[in-house]
């Protein structure tokens, strides 16, 4: 990947600078996406995007096509976003970078689109140079002959020229990278001329193109009408000639579609792998979730569940063989269990992970529970070989050093239905004379309690947790919020990822302390800089994320991104 990002510097800067001043240019004007009443996928001139792309395409993705509801809800989410007064307004952002060519935004681009836009990104390996991948960037114009002035001044600026392409006209810029061309009421830009000839050729010739695709066909008319954003992933396609497979070469085909909502984003999702590497999990998968009642909703930042631990850590993989060896190895030798036999017989249910902020403490409570009822005894025995371990340590800490055993404790308490063990390390009673060697320390840390509780509660559930508080007032499974999100989701409920950014901010003012006391306060910058974060996280209600087997290799998801507008 590094050779990738190296070798394709300067057409990774100039396609993200090309995409974002089309983007965020077309989201000032608040009617991003163009529609077209005779087509739902055709411009107004008959062009298509996907004709245009090759049929090995990687990575396809369109802006366009959003009603108007799309674009009304997509203009309330801007709204509610705060503004960055200090980077100056949007226009002066743009006009900035355009200035550079003699152009300005509102007089020279803002009307090649008029009232809506539509905006394409597709990426392929270029099969000569396979260390190199060919980059498309396309936007619909209302008037090409707009666009055909803007190439007229464009031509005339230091550095860039104008040259005949077939029947085309091209406008270039080779120090720069850029080449532009015009195919209907389309502008197409890349960091190649080969590209554009090749585009213009595969689209007059009706070669073979990414919509000849099965796969992509089905997806792009299943979900793209319905949503103000489309994004097709093939890494199976040209593997070795293509370093963005290299992400996940698993996978056969992904998409992911956005819908602008009233109360925020959804987005749906579809991934196709090999069917020999999911088969194996369809039927775990199907378990569902339920250990959200043994989680408190106060101060969550983050939960996660998925209905089979041995398949989420993909224990049964063959290449996962030689570390489960390893770890075999260090379970019996530590614990006297066999790993297969005493622990992963109860390890093929639920599996859940929680993160939140506690209090006035720095150390975030984290949660991983376990559902055993497949082995309890299974889980018991472990807990008491972990136990009677510790027990062995604390025991050899308190004789090593007697003046400081209270540092150090344990006790057991009831807690659900169960007995849960807590190791405890109290920092408030480590001497001074000790904290002295370490004269940066906050005296806020000096005062903190850090707590390893590990245990089974409500009869079946392995808990092992960092909390100080136990107890369980508001469990997240009766929250209203994350119970209407569930509904925003309903039927993709065999895995969940529910996070509240919100509560980021606490457990982010209690390192800002902490960083303060040991580094001095923020600069002006970094207040504003941190101003504007806790802005932007607290107008996230919440996120969530869900997914079902539809077949033995494929896997639909879904998700919706809260906003309080």
Request: glycine content about 6%; cysteine-free; charged content about 20%.
């Amino acid at each position: 990947m590094k050779s990738f990002f190296k070798a394709n510097k300067k057409n990774i800067f100039l396609t993200a600078a090309i995409v974002l001043v089309i983007i965020i240019g077309a989201v000032a004007s608040y009617s991003v996406f163009y529609h077209s009443d005779l087509s739902r996928f055709y411009t107004k001139d008959g062009a298509f995007e996907a004709n245009l792309s090759p049929d090995n395409t990687v990575l396809f993705a369109q802006f366009s096509n959003a009603g108007t509801s799309q674009r009304t809800n997509l203009q309330k989410i801007w709204e509610a976003f705060p503004k960055n007064q200090e980077a100056g307004n949007l226009d002066t952002f743009l006009n900035d970078n355009l200035s550079t060519y003699g152009l300005n935004y509102k007089q020279d681009i803002q009307p090649l689109w008029g009232e809506s836009s539509r905006v394409s990104l597709s990426v392929a390996p270029d099969m000569n140079t396979p260390e190199n991948n060919d980059v498309l960037v396309t936007f619909a114009v209302n008037d090409p002959a707009k666009a055909m002035n803007l190439f007229d001044r464009l031509s005339s600026q230091t550095g860039f020229f104008k040259e005949n392409l077939d029947d085309a006209v091209l406008v270039g810029n080779s120090e720069a990278n850029l080449y532009l061309t015009i195919y209907k009421d389309l502008v197409l830009a890349s960091s190649s001329r080969d590209v554009l000839r090749n585009t213009l050729d595969r689209a007059n010739k009706h070669s073979l193109s990414l919509v000849d695709s099965d796969g992509f066909k089905q997806q792009f008319i299943n979900k793209y009408p319905d949503n103000f954003m489309f994004v097709y992933l093939n890494p199976g396609q040209s593997q070795k000639a293509s370093s963005i497979a290299q992400l996940n070469d698993l996978k056969l085909s992904e998409f992911f579609a956005l819908s602008a909502e009233k109360e925020g984003i959804l987005i749906s999702a579809y991934m196709k792998a090999d069917g020999k590497t999911t088969a194996s999990d369809t039927k775990s998968y199907k378990n569902g979730i339920g250990l959200m009642k043994n989680v408190s909703v106060d101060g969550l930042i983050a939960y996660f569940e998925t209905p089979n631990f041995i398949k989420f850590l993909h224990l049964e993989d063959a290449q996962a063989m030689p570390s489960i060896d390893q770890l075999s190895s260090a379970v019996q030798g530590y614990l006297g269990l066999d790993l297969k036999k005493d622990i992963l017989t109860w390890m093929d249910k639920g599996l859940a992970i929680s993160l939140s902020s506690q209090d006035d403490s720095i150390i975030p409570g984290v949660n991983l529970l376990v559902d055993a009822s497949s082995n309890v005894d299974g889980a018991k025995n472990l807990v008491a070989r972990v136990d009677g371990q510790l027990d062995g340590v604390l025991t050899l800490v308190k004789t090593q050093f007697a003046g400081y055993g209270d540092i150090v404790s344990k006790q057991t308490e009831e807690v659900k239905d169960g007995l849960v063990h807590r190791l405890k390390l109290d920092l408030s009673k480590v001497p001074d004379e000790v904290f002295q060697a370490f004269s940066q320390l906050p005296d806020s840390l000096k005062k903190e309690s850090v707590n390893l509780n590990y245990g089974l509660i409500a009869k079946n559930i392995l808990l092992i947790s960092t909390f100080n508080n136990l107890e369980i007032q508001d469990p997240l499974s009766d929250d209203v919020n994350f119970k209407l999100l569930l509904d925003k989701i309903d039927g993709y409920e065999n895995g969940v990822l529910y996070v509240i950014p919100a509560n980021v901010a606490p457990l982010a003012d209690q390192l800002i302390a902490l960083n303060s006391q040991m580094s001095g306060p923020l600069t002006e910058e970094e207040q504003l800089g941190y101003g504007y974060f806790k802005q932007y996280v607290t107008l996230f209600k919440g996120v969530i994320f869900g997914n079902k087997m539809i077949s033995d290799n494929e896997i639909e998801a879904k998700g919706f991104v809260e906003i309080g507008l």
